[in-house]
Structures are given as structure tokens and as C-alpha cells.
């Protein structure tokens, strides 16, 4: 279907809710068009942090562009995938106009855009995000208001939420068993707060070094806050993807047998395409590339076994096998909001003795918090897949020049073009580049 919005054609939309219903509509259409318009390569592609249908598109636009050049004689047909995450309002977008990147005041208050998309993503929560804002606006002194704030994140993002959801928060398992909830929940607010603030100022400062002064417990208040949000819609990608886009994937091969499907992810996104190969129908094997975009889940995620527990595994391990061709993973070292956050927002209860916390939670002064932490806690987004046996690794420009393997893991080290970006998120959403398109092209065979 055309659409003047959209820079290729044809380009359909799917829509799925936080627990993976699609609008049977829009899956119906997509269906008819494919057979009307001769489709033979289909590239799914679904968005990471975004907090409406129209940046989504914009997202969308601007990176499918390159790929009527890059595959010519290709029959190529687009599909987004749109579902409830959000963004917040400080993080800016290489490439995107004010307009849908703003500048934003000096945190933490909350400013009105984060504050509606939190309303969007959370409803039925009014009350809990009022009290939220009026905290981060008063930045009261008391120790005992910062757990009272911990106390309403909790509240707000529902840690064990109703429903699918709560199935689907894990990346890693030991003994079968889903790995525990992060320290953020679990622990000592003023502490969580207080450890977020300290990990911030060292990023901001050269070479990361710690700040002399002490930083703004209220400011890592606000990253909290941010971190708790971005745990659900982590829980929330993996529940569309297997629950969601899995299923419709499968209904495709059947409808569509000739297809051939590439899937392509950032950003939770880049979970959601994955849980995707979780819910796929036994037998189905039109899936032909799979692309993470600066993933934002565990770089353990698809390993047998882990390197500190061999009793442990990836959530996903062995389902890179349900893909006709490779599982590419894209990373850069300039994205600071997998590099240095991440890692300490995911560190989950149990384990912090083996990474050299005190008794009261708080991190030690010999303590290495990027060297540690990403090691046990890393995102697959800033250093690759990990404890994959046969993975392949490569830089962007090797990858473009040599083909591709035909099938297994590869890492992708794309910090050449993903570079750019200001503070708290660094390059995580520097990806509207032509490299990575033909990137998708190549790891698919596109024509």
C-alpha cells in the first residue's frame, strides 16, 4: 500500500498491544498485499524507544530509504511494527528535528512530554505519576523520601505485573528458572539512586573518571525512574515479539509461502524480533536474516551456557537455529546508555557479593562499575553476542566489503557510523545510516 509518509512502497503497519494481540486488521491487509504486489523479500523492522505511531514512521522512513538502491531488482515490501514503548524526552536522536528530539530542561524534574508519555504507557497510573512528578520537582532531602520514590517507580512499572507479561522479563535462566529482578527493586531506593547518580557523572566526565563532588542523589532519582520504565517495556518486547509477531510470522508462511522474512530490531526492538523466533510454529523456516540494532538485552541471551555459571543459560539459546541465514548483531562502544547504565540497572539480586558490593548494598570503592558489571550484566548492543560457540566477528566496513556467513552468529562492530549522541544515551540511537541498510540487504541476500 502506498502511503505519502513513507519513502518506500509498498509498506504495511502492524499493531500489537503490551501483551501481544495484533489489530486484525492491519494483519489481514498486509497479508492481501502481499500476494497483489509480487512481494518475495519482506523486511519487518521494529522500533526500540518511541512513544507514538508518527516517530515511529519517521524512524521507519528514514532508515528503509537506501533499499530500492541497494537491491534494485528486488521485489521488496516494508513492514513496521508498532507497540507500546516510549522514549524519554531528554534523549536525542541523531538526524531527527527538534520536533521529535527536543531539548529538554536541566533534569530531574519531568518534564511535560515525558510526563504524557508516561501516562500513555502506564494507564490507570495518573495518581502514581503525579506523586512521581512532584517529588522529582521538590527534591525533598530526606533519605526517606528517596525510598519513598523508589516505592512509587515500583508501583508505577508493576514489577510483577498481570497477565503474559510477567513470563517475559527474563534474559537469562539457572536451573530452568527465570534469573531474578534487578537490584533496582530489590534493594535500598536512596542507594539504587545514589549508585545511578555516581555511574552518570562518571560518563559525562573525561575518560569517565568519578566526579569530586558528590552527585545529585535526585538525579539518579530520575534515571531510576527511567531504568524501572525501560524494564517494562523490555518485558513487554519480548511478550510481542513471541506472543505477537511470532504468531503472525507463522500465519504469513502459511498464507505466503514464498516469502522470504528479515527481521530487524533496535533497541528493545532488537528483543522483540528475537522473542519472535521464540513463537515461531514449528517447521517454519521463512525467516532468512535476523539484524539487532543496538540491542538492549543481555549479550548472554542466546548462549548454552553462561562463562561465571555453567548451570545457566540464555533465555533464547539455540533459537539463532530457527533462522534460515545468520543472526547479525550490530554494537558500538560509543552507546553509553548500554555501556554504562544498563549494566547497573540489570544487575540482579543474589550476586552482588561476587561483584564486590558492600553489606548495605552500596558499591565499594575498588569496585570497577564498567568492567565488572558489563562483563556479567553487558548488553549484547555495546559488545556483541557472548558465549555463542561459532560466532563470527567483524567490523561494519569487513562485513560490507566480504559476504556474510550463510547461517550462525555474527557481531558486528558498527561504532565506525553509530557515534554520535549527547548525554544520558550517548550513540544508542545514532542507526538512520546507509551502511546499516545495505548491512540488512547483505545479511539477507535481498536480491
Known sequence: MADAAM??????????????DTDGGRRDRLFAGLGRHDVRDLVVFAHGWNSDRSGARRLYSRFLA?????????RI??????????????EPIPDFPRAVAAEMPPRPAL?????????????????????????????PREESELEEFGRLVRLL?????????????????????????????????????EEFARALAGARSPGGAAPFSLPDPWEGAHELLRQATYYAMKRRAGTVGERGLGRVVGQLAARAPG????????????????????????GVRSVKSVTLLQGAFSHYAFASRLPHDPRAGGVLQGQQLRIDGPLVCCHSRHDSALGTVYPLASRMAGHDREL???????VTADFDLGRSLRARWGAM???GLQAVPGTRTLTLADALRARLPASGCVNVDAAQVVRRGGAPSGAHSDILHRELAQLVVAAGRIG
Open 111 to 139: 518534564d511535560k512530554d515525558t510526563r504524557h508519555a508516561l501516562l500513555e504507557t502506564f494507564p490507570g497510573r495518573a495518581t502514581v505519576i503525579d506523586q512521581i512528578a512532584r517529588m522529582l520537582d521538590q527534591q
Open 259 to 282: 516469502v522470504r522474512v528479515h527481521l530487524v530490531g533496535h533497541s528493545f526492538g532488537a528483543r522483540l524480533v528475537s522473542f519472535a523466533l521464540r513463537g515461531l510454529p514449528e
Open 66 to 74: 537506501p533499499f530500492p538502491s541497494l537491491a534494485p531488482s528486488a
Open 356 to 362: 564486590g558490593v558492600g553489606d548495605g548494598g552500596e
Open 7 to 20: 519513502s518506500v512502497s509498498p509498506y504495511w503497519e502492524l499493531t500489537f498491544d503490551a501483551d501481544g
Open 381 to 383: 548492543g555495546y559488545g
Open 157 to 193: 512499572v508493576d514489577v510483577v505485573p498481570p497477565g503474559p507479561q510477567v513470563l517475559f522479563a527474563a534474559d537469562t535462566l539457572a536451573g530452568g528458572v527465570p534469573q531474578d529482578e534487578p537490584v533496582m527493586f530489590s534493594g535500598p531506593a536512596a542507594q539504587a539512586c
Open 77 to 90: 515490501g516494508y513492514v513496521g511494527v508498532v507497540w507500546p514503548s516510549m522514549r524519554f524526552s531528554d
